[in-house]
């Protein structure tokens, strides 16, 4: 399995990104797929994920902002990221088991 991310970029604070992430490899629709987040000198945090019956969940922080979604068909996972604020400037990294994509970066800045 290989993860590739991309859709990040700057955006001012209350902008709108969508992030992607392509998954080559078999059996896609039946992982749980996760979008993380690392600041430099942190820890690696789970933003949101969703699971092979699309069932979803995220951080508190981020509820009602983004959405995390998927489609089978093209081995993509998305999150819809809404009304961003200076706080959500991470890189982003897609995650399936323990396979990482290369990350994306976001930044939300004026």
């Known amino acids: 399995v290989q993860l590739v991310e991309s859709g990040g970029g700057l955006v001012q604070p209350g902008g709108s990104l969508r992030l992607s992430c392509v998954v080559s490899?078999?059996?896609?629709?039946?992982?749980?797929v996760g979008w993380y987040r690392q600041a430099p000198g942190k820890q690696r945090e789970l933003v949101a994920a969703?699971?092979?019956?699309?069932?979803?969940n995220y951080i508190d922080s981020v509820k009602g902002r983004f959405t995390i979604s998927r489609d089978n068909t093209k081995n993509s996972v998305y999150l819809q990221m809404n009304n961003l604020k200076p706080e959500n400037t991470d890189i982003y990294y897609c995650n399936i088991e323990r396979t990482w994509g290369q990350g994306t970066q976001v930044t939300v800045s004026s």
């Open positions: 490899g078999s059996f896609f629709s039946i992982y749980t």
């Open positions: 969703i699971d092979r019956e699309r069932t979803t």
